[in-house]
């Protein structure tokens, strides 16, 4: 059973640096889509990242594109949010997620494009 557990999360300071993973097991993702998705308190899930297989397409919600980066080490099978920069309003569970269900491109924003999701990891940005 495929399984996606995300870990790195922490308190932090505004203007910090943090970096989240979410370790994949009990199938090859490699050649699947994944991405990052966040809870801010008292908000909906929204997408932060997402990355394609292999790692050649990647694609950022406007409110973190040039701050966070996604990345993915196939063999490893792990995928990685590198986060700069971090304001107190990047307070939120962050959620690693999987899609088998061939989507691609800016399909990847939306939350019903992935069928795998991990438990999250809590980032608490303070002022």
């Known amino acids: 059973q495929a399984h996606l557990i995300e870990f790195g999360g922490g308190l932090v300071q505004a203007g910090d640096s943090l970096k989240l993973s979410c370790d994949a097991s009990?199938?090859?993702?490699?050649?699947?889509?994944m991405g990052w998705f966040r809870r801010r308190p008292g908000k909906d899930r929204e997408f932060v990242a997402a990355?394609?297989?292999?790692?050649?397409?990647?694609v950022y919600a406007d409110s973190v594109k040039g701050r966070f980066t996604i990345a993915r080490d196939v063999a490893e099978n792990t995928v990685h949010l590198q986060m700069s920069s971090l304001e107190p309003e990047d307070t939120a569970r962050y959620y690693c997620?999987?899609?088998?269900?061939?989507?691609?491109?800016?399909?990847?924003?939306?939350?019903?494009?992935?069928?795998?999701w991990g438990q999250g990891t809590q980032v608490i940005v303070s002022i």
């Open positions: 990355i394609s297989p292999f790692g050649h397409y990647t």
């Open positions: 997620a999987a899609t088998t269900l061939k989507y691609g491109g800016s399909r990847l924003k939306r939350e019903d494009a992935y069928d795998l």
């Open positions: 009990g199938r090859t993702f490699s050649s699947i889509p």
